[in-house]
T-cell receptor, first 113, second 112 residues
Framework: KQEVTQIPAALSVPEGENLVLNCSFT??????LQWFRQDPGKGLTSLLL?????REQTSGRLNASLDKSSGRSTLYIAASQPGDSATYLC????????????FGTGTRLQVFP | DTAVSQTPKYLVTQMGNDKSIKCEQN?????MYWYKQDSKKFLKIMFS???????INETVPNRFSPKSPDKAHLNLHINSLELGDSAVYFC???????????FGDGTRLSIL
């Protein structure tokens, strides 16, 4: 059974810092992995999607890497800003059920000025 | 232009009542989903429809019944509401199965 966990659960940093958010999954047989952002009272916004054959994806100040063999993904946020404050979720589509997106526990990020 | 819209945004009701949440997407997607986010913010799939056909039905009490009248709509009806049903319910859609999912803003259901 696929389980997805994220460390740390919460993070508070000053503006300008480079950040690394971690996601680990127990079964390396995944179809793809997605990183989402959730703002308070809002739905999820897809940030990056990495296919199982890819090693990383980049969008602006965000870079997500995938190491399938070790069951890990990291989301790197460069030069953090207060507007980056949100909860970040990773989710995987497992190969055994490619219809079912399994979410991690989330990392609540606060960037203060 | 809201891509995935859910109504209502807030729903406060008493135990034992029956309620419905509506979801509509204007993205032309084939696949739609319902998720439940509990008080610990853990998000879990409940149902998924592809081209109006049910493809995922997780271990959800049969008090919950999804209905997809067409590809653009997926409604969720809940009978005999219980305290444990209090949560935020999210609707999502994707172009097809395994594709990036787009989420609505959620419906916060509170049972008194």
């Amino acid at each position: 059974k696929q389980e997805v966990t994220q460390i740390p659960a919460a993070l508070s940093v000053p503006e300008g810092e480079n950040l690394v958010l971690n996601c680990s999954f127990t079964d390396s047989a995944i179809y793809n992995l997605q990183w989402f952002r959730q703002d308070p009272g809002k739905g999820l916004t897809s940030l990056l999607l990495i296919q199982s054959s890819q090693r990383e994806q980049t969008s602006g100040r965000l870079n997500a890497s995938l190491d399938k063999s070790s069951g890990r993904s990291t989301l790197y946020i460069a030069a953090s800003q207060p507007g980056d404050s949100a909860t970040y979720l990773c989710a995987v589509f497992p190969f055994y059920n490619t219809d079912k997106l399994i979410f991690g526990t989330g990392t609540r990020l606060q960037v203060f000025p | 232009d809201t891509a995935v819209s859910q109504t209502p945004k807030y729903l406060v009701t008493q135990m034992g009542n029956d309620k419905s949440i509506k979801c509509e997407q204007n993205l032309g997607h084939d696949t739609m989903y319902w998720y439940k986010q509990d008080s610990k913010k853990f998000l879990k799939i409940m149902f998924s429809y592809n081209n109006k056909e049910l493809i995922i039905n997780e271990t959800v009490p049969n008090r919950f019944s999804p209905k997809s009248p067409d590809k653009a709509h997926l409604n969720l009806h809940i009978n005999s509401l219980e305290l444990g049903d209090s949560a935020v319910y999210f609707c999502a859609s994707s172009l097809s199965r395994n594709q990036p999912q787009h989420f609505g803003d959620g419906t916060r259901l509170s049972i008194l």
